[in-house]
């Protein structure tokens, strides 16, 4: 089997990993691009001993590192829960990748965890038509120590919401049926102020192509309760990062230019 082929099934998950990690879909698919180009020129090889997946995000993390833009995240703990929380890796896997012993792997979750719990409270909208998995993201959020603003079962209910109680992170369904588009929904309410969103989809690959503006954080249905924690927590922490003014000329620059394009300015308004 050639190499793209093999890795291929892979491509759409180290997206959503190297999204979440870095913060914004921009970076995070550029070091999915280099890993990529290092392979297929020769110019890096996986490491022969692992299994594919394993190998490959083991090399992006390499790459990544080389790129200058890691700062002080792998310090933070927060790569190995995410490769915990929202891929999967076991305990030995995560060391593989990150070229750590397991123990020092178990420390920096549980810090990325403690970390998490002591973030600042958000306000929530929750866009959701499925009633079930709308109380479960409640439970889950309040669980959390954050509030939930409201909760909207249509892109009508949704902009009302956000346009009376300002959320500060939005937690959306892709499609809300007759209820219309929970993307545009998004879209319209981040043109009167910013929030991270977290977009919750059964179908996370149509969003992971890389070949478009998509959004930065994706939580596949069904999810468990820890890989939104790491989700929401990831999200919540980059935006406390970034300026008033960055804030600004983010929300500025990323109005849609086509109406057809509803994700334009997700991947921005969501780190």
């Given at each position: 089997m050639a190499l793209s082929e093999q890795l291929a099934p892979h491509l759409p998950y180290l997206r959503r990993y190297a999204r979440a990690v870095t913060g914004t879909q921009t970076t995070g698919d550029g070091c999915v691009r280099s890993t990529l180009t290092a392979l297929l020129s020769g110019q890096s090889e996986l490491v022969s001993y692992?299994?594919?997946?394993?190998?490959?995000?083991?090399?992006?993390?390499?790459?990544?590192?080389?790129?200058?833009?890691?700062?002080?995240?792998?310090?933070?703990?927060?790569?190995?829960?995410?490769?915990s929380a929202l891929e999967g890796f076991s305990i030995?896997?995560?060391?593989?990748?990150?070229?750590?012993?397991?123990?020092?792997?178990?420390?920096?979750?549980?810090?990325?965890?403690?970390?998490?719990?002591?973030?600042?409270?958000?306000?929530?909208?929750?866009i959701?038509?499925?009633?079930?998995?709308?109380?479960?993201?409640?439970n889950i959020v309040r669980e959390l120590g954050h509030?939930?603003?409201?909760?909207?079962m249509s892109k009508a209910e949704a902009l009302a919401i956000a346009h009376a109680q300002r959320p500060t992170l939005i937690l959306a369904d892709i499609n809300l049926?007759?209820?219309?588009?929970?993307?545009?929904?998004?879209?319209?309410?981040?043109?009167?102020?910013?929030?991270?969103?977290?977009?919750v989809t059964a179908y996370p690959e149509h969003l992971l192509t890389g070949e478009r503006p998509e959004p930065t954080y994706?939580?596949?249905?069904?999810?468990?309760?820890?890989?939104?924690?790491?989700?929401?927590?990831?999200?919540?922490?980059?935006?406390?990062?970034?300026?008033?003014?960055?804030?600004?000329?983010?929300?500025?620059s990323a109005q849609p230019t086509q109406p057809a394009q509803p994700t334009a300015q997700l991947g921005a308004a969501a780190a």
């Open positions: 692992l299994p594919p997946r394993v190998a490959l995000y083991r090399l992006f993390h390499e790459i990544w590192a080389r790129s200058g833009t890691v700062a002080g995240l792998t310090a933070s703990g927060r790569p190995a829960l995410l490769l030995t896997e995560i060391a593989q990748i990150l070229q750590e012993a397991a123990e020092d792997v178990e420390h920096a979750i549980d810090e990325a965890q403690d970390a998490i719990e002591k973030e600042l409270t958000a306000r929530v909208l929750i959701e038509d499925e009633t079930l998995i709308a109380l479960d993201l409640e509030v939930v603003a409201g909760k909207a049926g007759d209820g219309g588009s929970g993307l545009e929904a998004v879209v319209e309410m981040l043109r009167g102020f910013t929030a991270p969103v977290v977009f994706l939580v596949t249905k069904p999810f468990l309760p820890r890989t939104l924690q790491a989700t929401i927590g990831q999200a919540l922490f980059f935006h406390s990062l970034r300026s008033p003014a960055s804030i600004a000329r983010t929300a500025a």
